[in-house]
């Protein structure tokens, strides 16, 4: 998670159903925050992050309901992307062989953000996600 020193402003928090389509739905929303919230610049690189760590938890938490919260740091020019579920199992970066066509996500996080990770939360664990430069 960002620094608990940093203070943040949140700027969305749902409860998503964990489907196919949550992914898009999760997209939608982060780009109309980031909109509304003059944070633009910011789109579509955190439509991309969201919909992989989405995606993953979907797909590997066994969840019925997952939880997403874009956050905006105060003191800085970054935003962070906040996924929870109720798996306790880390998330895990894998090397994809060759040509597959699964399992590059957390690469592509890795790529796009200043910095990500994961921490447990509750019974389960919260998956972050920082774009841009902290303060």
């Known amino acids: 998670m960002p620094k608990r020193s940093t203070p943040t402003t949140s700027l969305i928090a749902f409860r998503l159903p964990s489907s196919p389509y949550s992914a898009h739905m999760a997209r939608f929303y982060v780009r109309a925050a980031l909109s509304y919230h003059d944070l633009s610049d910011f789109t579509e690189d955190a439509e991309i992050v969201t919909s992989e760590i989405v995606t993953n938890a979907v797909q590997h938490s066994g969840a019925q309901t997952i939880g997403l919260e874009l956050t905006s740091l105060e ?61």
């Open 75 to 135: 003191g800085s020019r970054a935003v962070a992307i906040v996924i929870t579920d109720p798996s306790a199992l880390p998330p895990i970066k894998r090397d994809p062989i060759g040509d597959a066509e699964r399992g590059r996500g957390l690469h592509i996080v890795a790529a796009l953000t200043a910095r990500w990770g994961w921490r447990p939360q509750g019974t389960g664990k919260a998956v972050f996600a920082i774009l841009g430069k902290e303060g």
